[in-house]
T-cell receptor, first 111, second 113 residues
């Protein structure tokens, strides 16, 4: 049973437009959520996170929204740039336990 | 270096052989995680260390897999009698005491022929 789901395996967006990546989870006990970006042949790189007590966190072009009642979070990238093309993983964490990752969404930003 | 390092970056071995994968976490990070990532999937949790002890090893697939962290810093993931299905990228991550964020190493790509 997948506790963290990313139902879109891929997404293509025009440069300058908004990219929206979605993530759903099933375990209401998760305390913390993170987004990672991964380029080929590299390890995942931390991007942005949000605590379960918040509903929004913003860092430059990246904003994460959390809807606890819907068990849904999303990552918004505005404006999208070609260098944002990568695989994005959503991860969830329960304090003192391990992290659970989604299967990833491949974002392609077209020039 | 400032980041998590993993060696080797690539390992090719034959079915039935023994392999060791090494992870050097960020200095001072007490928590260390091992993950396995297959093509098209997210990182799959294997084991989590807090200091020298394994706090959670529920992700290890079977008793051919074992990991140690004897001094609370460097960790070694050991795989005995490797099988072709063990082929994957093995990722290590570490986390400090005052943060909930993990930082990943570049991974070791293991290929079992």
């Amino acid at each position: 049973d997948q506790q963290v789901k990313q139902n879109s395996p891929s997404l293509s967006v025009q440069e300058g437009r908004i990219s929206i990546l979605n993530c759903d989870y099933t375990n209401s006990m998760f305390d913390y959520f993170l987004w990672y970006k991964k380029y080929p042949a590299e390890g995942p790189t931390f991007l942005i996170s949000i605590s379960s007590i918040k509903d929004k966190n913003e860092d430059g072009r990246f904003t994460v929204f959390l809807n606890k009642s819907a068990k849904h979070l999303s990552l918004h990238i505005v404006p999208s740039q070609p260098g944002d093309s990568a695989v994005y993983f959503c991860a969830a964490y329960n304090y003192g336990q391990n992290f659970v990752f989604g299967p990833g969404t491949r974002l392609s930003v077209l020039p | 270096g400032a980041g998590v390092s993993q060696t080797p970056s690539n390992k090719v071995t034959e079915k039935g052989k023994y392999v060791e994968l090494r992870c050097d976490p960020i200095s001072g990070h007490t928590a260390l995680y091992w993950y396995r990532q297959s093509l098209g999937q997210g990182p799959e949790f294997l084991i989590y260390f807090q200091g020298t002890g394994a706090a959670d090893d529920s992700g290890l697939p079977n008793d051919r897999f074992f990991a140690v962290r004897p001094e609370g810093s460097v960790s070694t993931l050991k795989i005995q009698r490797t099988e072709r299905g063990d082929s994957a990228v093995y990722l290590c991550a570490s986390r400090g005491q005052t943060t909930d964020t993990q930082y990943f190493g570049p991974g070791t790509r293991l290929t079992v022929l």
